[in-house]
Each structure stands twice: as structure tokens, then as C-alpha cells.
């Protein structure tokens, strides 16, 4: 790598060095994808890596004969820095202690050398902005993929301080890293209460088994009175009493309103489950800014778009502004009572069943309102959604809190990470920045 791409103003007593100076080793994995399964080691996918952290939810599994297989050139160890050298460039994490992973498509792996770095360190000086830079400096530009060279990564600089002060600015950072993954897990958590409550009620209907079946359904009994005791046919199969057969069309509206450009926030994809703004939205060829009217959006519709190969990630605009959606989007509205019925409700994986059938086209999938608005689904009573909605809220404002509450440690970790990984920032300095924080 060009000298140019690396610090030259650090502590005396640190190195330049290279990452193959600090690694046993470099590998990857083997360039193809094993049949999945449900349960069984990880397949580590470029999709885990997030944030400098393993998010194995929704990980993909594999069989302990495939196991073998894809472990023939390495198998993941504690300590482990996995990175991508493929499409999502510049990501990486850490291998915790009794992960049983192997190495998906993409994805790298750096071996430590324990006496010359700590493990830790070398995943910070990976995600510092001056290694960064060098990636990109150093990224090959494909026809369909950006990559980095594998046969190039061991020559790439990096400067380390001794091992002692390596583990100290470790700690320091992964204190704050440990703050922002246990409100993130507590987070989860909450949604996973939420997941559970929705499925029992409005999915396997535990309560009203358990009073058709009289047994104790463990719900506090102003709650317990709301479910009936006995079940009803339908064509949907056999529902409770009180509950109707329905579709989501009963539940929501369509919103076909337009706006110009500068009446509203212009919103990004729905990948990640929520609408958000976005600066660059529709600004290609015949989505003028200056001419465009775009589908308006306010808080709690939903919107996606029709035609797209993920036609199942649908999403709710949480925030209270007003926004717009290409036109071809579609946006529907839910009505209040059933607002978080259906937030849950497009999760379940039934419901993402009923989208890839409905969805037609011979080229891409086309999944229309009218085909959307006929999912079949069990309509509840209000008066137990209502008891649902409460329970939701008051776990949303807790997520939310936690949320709020992890935006400045992630801005003063990736502050430190800058300023303790170039030498800038001293390692008592900032111990008292964070004992002030946390």
C-alpha cells in the first residue's frame, strides 16, 4: 500500500506494521452457499456482519456433515476478525466464545497472532477511519461487485501501540460497544415479549384453548374475561368465538394522495421495516425532483413497493412528519385499533408465505393493493387488541428509551475508536471521558 494511506503522526513508541505481521493467517471460505437448514452450526453471511458486531439473528444454519465441508480451510475460533472482502466492504466483527460457525460466501477471516495484538484492537484498527480509507483506496471496482484482494491484505499498514495499551484502548472501546449491544439486546427482548403475546392470542389462540380445555390461561382475570371458551368453523379453519374471518383489506385503507417534491420529506426503500428520509431518493432519470409528485405518507401508514424482488419488506413510517413515495409504491393506512395488529401481523412468516404466492410476473414479482388487501387473516375483537396495543406501547416506549440512550454512546465510541486507534487521544484521557458518560 502507498505510503500516503497511512498515519504518520503517532506516539513514538508505536509501530508500523502490516495486518500479515499480525496474523498467523488469512483465509476465506469456500465460494458457494450449502443447503440450509433450521437448526445446526452458523453459516456466516455477509448479512451477519453489523456495526462492528455478529447479529446472527435470522442466521442462516447448515448441517454437521456440510459442517465439515465448509471448515475444511478454516474453522472460526474465539478471537477470530471476520470480515467481508465483497459488496458490503469495510464491514467486520469478532468471533465469540462458543460460536460453532463456518465462513460463508464473501466473507474473510483473520487469525490473530496473540502476541502481537489483541484481538480486539485489531477489530478496532479494522473499523478506524484511517483503515478504512485504505480499504477503499485499495477496493477493486466490478462490473457487478466491489472487492478487496485477499493476496493484497497482508501488506496492508497498520501502526500498534504495545500490547498493554493495545488491551487498555480494547477495553475502553468495547465498554461502550458492550453499553450499545446490551440496550440492543434488552431490545430485542422486548420485541420477542411483544412477538410471543401476538402469536399466543392472535395466532394459536392459547387462551382460548386453555378455557375450552379449562385449564388456567395465567392471564390477569379483567384480561382472561375477554377471550371466549370455545371455538367456531370458518373457511379459515377453526377460529374462536367472537373472532372473525377477514383480510387485511379490512384493516386498512389505500392512500393514493400526491404531493410535489418540496411539500415533503422524500422517504427511502422499506428494507429495513420503516420508512425514513432520504436526500437521495428518486433523483434518477424520471424521478425529477423539481417535477415528480410522489405518494404522500403520514405517520403509521404503511407503504412498498409493488415491484421488487423484496416485495415483502413493507414498512410503517413511524415518524409524525409528512412524506412521499414514488408513485409506484403502494400506501395504505390501518386503521388506529388495528395499527399494531398488522405491524405484527406482516412479520409473521405465513403472511410472508401468502405475499411471494399472491405476487405474479414473469420477469419480476408484481404484488398489486388489491392482492395485498386479500391475505386472509383471523380479525380479533377490538376490545382485546386494545389490551395488546397497551402492552405494545408500553414496551415500544422502553425500546425507545433504550434507543435514545445508545445515539450519544454511539457517537463517542466512534469519536474514541478515531482518536485511541491514530494515537491522538491518550488512554487515561479517555477513561475519564467515559466514566463521565456511562
Not at 480486539?120 to 479494522?126: D, G, K, N, S
Request: glycine fraction near 6%.
Amino acid at each position: 500500500m502507498r505510503k500516503e494511506h497511512v498515519m504518520h503522526c503517532y506516539p513514538k513508541h508505536w509501530q508500523e506494521t502490516t495486518i500479515g505481521g499480525l496474523c498467523e493467517g488469512i483465509f476465506d471460505g469456500p465460494h458457494a452457499t450449502p443447503r440450509k437448514t433450521e437448526h445446526g452450526p452458523i453459516f456466516l453471511g455477509i448479512s451477519c456482519l453489523a456495526n462492528g458486531r455478529l447479529n446472527l439473528t435470522g442466521a442462516a444454519h447448515l448441517s454437521d456433515r456440510d459442517f465439515v465441508k465448509w471448515t475444511k480451510r478454516v474453522t472460526p475460533r474465539e478471537g477470530d476478525v471476520v470480515f467481508s472482502y465483497e459488496t458490503r466492504i469495510g464491514e467486520a466483527a469478532i468471533i465469540p466464545k462458543g460460536l460453532r460457525c463456518c465462513l460463508g460466501r464473501r466473507m474473510g477471516l483473520l487469525r490473530p497472532n496473540k502476541n502481537s495484538v489483541d484481538p480486539r484492537f485489531l477489530l478496532y484498527a479494522w473499523l478506524s477511519p484511517a483503515f478504512q480509507e485504505a480499504i477503499k483506496s485499495r477496493t477493486v471496482h466490478g462490473s457487478t461487485v466491489d472487492r478487496i484482494l485477499l493476496t493484497e491484505l497482508s501488506s496492508y499498514p497498520v501502526i500498534v501501540p504495545p500490547l498493554d495499551e493495545q488491551r487498555a484502548i480494547a477495553h475502553i472501546l468495547g465498554t461502550l460497544d458492550d453499553k450499545i449491544e446490551l440496550n440492543r439486546r434488552m431490545n430485542e427482548a422486548l420485541e420477542g415479549m411483544a412477538r410471543a403475546i401476538f402469536k399466543s392470542w392472535f395466532v394459536d389462540f392459547d387462551p382460548v384453548h386453555a378455557k375450552a380445555e379449562g385449564r388456567p390461561t395465567g392471564l390477569p382475570p379483567d384480561i382472561n374475561a375477554l377471550f371466549p371458551d370455545s371455538f367456531q368453523d370458518s373457511e379459515l379453519g377453526e377460529i374462536p368465538k367472537m373472532y372473525s374471518e377477514g383480510s387485511l383489506g379490512d384493516l386498512i385503507l389505500q392512500r393514493t394522495e400526491r404531493v410535489g417534491p418540496r411539500e415533503v420529506s422524500v422517504l427511502s426503500a422499506v428494507a429495513t421495516g420503516k420508512l425514513a428520509r432520504s436526500d437521495e431518493h428518486f433523483t434518477k432519470r424520471v424521478y425529477s425532483k423539481e417535477t415528480a409528485k410522489y405518494l404522500l405518507v403520514e405517520q403509521w401508514d404503511f407503504a412498498y413497493n409493488p415491484s421488487r424482488i423484496n416485495i415483502g419488506s413493507i414498512g410503517m413510517l413511524e415518524e409524525e412528519i409528512q412524506g412521499g413515495v414514488s408513485p409506484v409504491y403502494v400506501v395504505a393506512r390501518p386503521k388506529p385499533v388495528y395499527r399494531w395488529f398488522l405491524e405484527f401481523y406482516l412479520r409473521l412468516p405465513k403472511t410472508k408465505v401468502w405475499i411471494n404466492t399472491l405476487a405474479s410476473g414473469s420477469v419480476r414479482q408484481s404484488l398489486s393493493y388489491a392482492d395485498f388487501a386479500s391475505i386472509p387473516c383471523v380479525v380479533p375483537p377490538e376490545e382485546i387488541l386494545e389490551v395488546f396495543n397497551r402492552k405494545w406501547i408500553m414496551l415500544r416506549e422502553g425500546i425507545q428509551s433504550r434507543e435514545e440512550e445508545s445515539v450519544p454512546l454511539v457517537a463517542l465510541r466512534d469519536t474514541l475508536l478515531s482518536k485511541l486507534i491514530s494515537g491522538e487521544l491518550c488512554v487515561p484521557d479517555a477513561e475519564r471521558i467515559v466514566e463521565r458518560s456511562i
